[in-house]
């Protein structure tokens, strides 16, 4: 077994492969105006499309979803069907930083809890030539919350995620990459616990035992508890945020 199939088993059962919630989802989509059955959405980095189903409930708009795994993709069309969504949502298997799309084909770009795959800047840099002149960029993304931490966690996330930042520095990347910031706000508890780290703790014991309980598999689930147990010890100082922002002509 490598970690990929282990991420893949853990996470493709689960609502959402990160912290987020319904509400969250509807409170970004909120501050994105005017969309018909004319609009287009593109879904990057959807897992096994939480957001996605949320998206094409409550917007006419047609989706693109794209993933690189397609044992989530599979789980998304399996809720496309169930939903009667099959006329409104496309899936697609492709890398977020090799999208093939031809340039201003979307209304607006979407990614919750993805963009640290590739880096906040370069993702926001890169998908900016796919996004309609004046459209919008909706993106979670795992940022600090004080300006100084306790240096247990600070040094976690710096080893975890070089990037991240200060909700000021983050808003000051999206300036820099040509768009105009539209508005922000931090995801509660009930994104981390309730959705996230909850769904997961359920599946453990299944997990391992699937495994026959191999070293690899333990070890992967004790670097899970580690990580929920420093969001329960130090979330007053770093969370995911919601960045809405506008694209630049």
């Known amino acids: 077994m490598d970690l990929l199939e282990l991420i893949i088993e853990y996470h493709k059962d689960n609502e959402r492969q990160g912290p987020g919630s319904e509400e969250a989802t509807l409170k970004a989509l909120s501050y994105i105006p005017d969309l018909n059955e ?28 794209i993933d690189m795994l397609p044992q989530f993709l599979e789980k998304l069309m399996q809720k496309v069907k169930e939903n009667n969504l099959i006329d409104r949502i496309t899936a697609k298997e492709m890398l977020m930083d090799r999208l093939t799309f031809d340039e201003k084909s979307f209304d607006v ?11 906040f800047e370069k993702g926001l840099s890169l998908w900016s030539k796919y996004l309609k002149d004046n459209g919008y960029i909706a993106v979670s993304e795992i940022s600090w919350l004080t300006d100084t931490r306790p240096e247990e966690i600070e040094q976690y996330w710096v080893n975890e995620y070089s990037e991240i930042d200060t909700i000021e520095n983050k808003l000051s990347v999206i300036e820099k990459c040509g768009y105009t910031s539209v508005a922000h706000f931090i995801l509660d508890d009930k994104c981390w616990i309730d959705n996230y780290y909850q769904p997961l703790l359920e599946n453990t014991e299944a997990f391992l035992k699937k495994y026959d309980y191999a070293d690899e598999a333990k070890e992967f689930i004790e670097a899970g508890k580690i990580e929920a ?14 960045y809405i922002a506008k694209k630049k002509r």
Do not use: M, P
Not at 46 to 58: F, M, S, V
Not at 229 to 242: C, H, I, M, T
């Open 38 to 65: 004319k609009s287009k959405i593109l879904d990057i980095g959807c897992g096994t499309g939480g957001q996605t189903i949320t998206l094409a409930k409550n917007t006419d708009a047609q989706i693109t979803a």
């Open 109 to 119: 770009i979407w990614s919750e809890g993805a963009i640290y795959n590739i880096g």
């Open 229 to 242: 147990d420093l969001y329960n010890r130090f979330k007053d100082y770093y969370s995911y945020v919601y």
